[in-house]
Nanobody, 115 residues
Framework: QMQLVESGGGLVQAGGSLRLSCAAS????????MAWYRQAPGKQRELVAA???????NYADSVKGRFTISRDNAKNTVYLQMNSLKPEDTAVYYC?????????WGQGTQVTVSS
């Protein structure tokens, strides 16, 4: 099992920035596919960004050029840097790890962007 704890959410004005952190324990992030998802009220959970073990990244079209996923192997932590935030980015953001058939989720952190 891998435990994931997100932090860094909050309230920010449109155009602002936040950095989310996902601190992992029980396994090392660098050998997993690590991803950030988000779920807005009344909507399905959607993939925001993913970071493969080899370093390849994927982003949802809606966040390309604004969000960056990264990891710090020494801290065993994954980050999501979010710039130029928009009200439509408002959601609960979740960290997820995938390793083969294994999946673990964090508890989520709320991000609210005011207009």
């Amino acid at each position: 099992q891998m435990q994931l704890v997100e932090s860094g959410g909050g309230l920010v004005q449109a155009g602002g920035s936040l950095r989310l952190s996902c601190a992992a324990s029980g396994d090392i992030v660098s050998r997993n596919t690590m991803a950030w998802y988000r779920q807005a009220p009344g909507k399905q959970r959607e993939l925001v960004a993913a970071l493969m073990a080899g370093g390849t990244t994927n982003y949802a079209d809606s966040v390309k050029g604004r969000f960056t996923i990264s990891r710090d192997n020494a801290k065993n932590t994954v980050y999501l840097q979010m710039n130029s935030l928009k009200p439509e980015d408002t959601a609960v953001y979740y960290c997820k790890r995938t390793f083969g058939n294994l999946q673990n989720w964090g508890q989520g952190t709320q991000v609210t962007v005011s207009s």
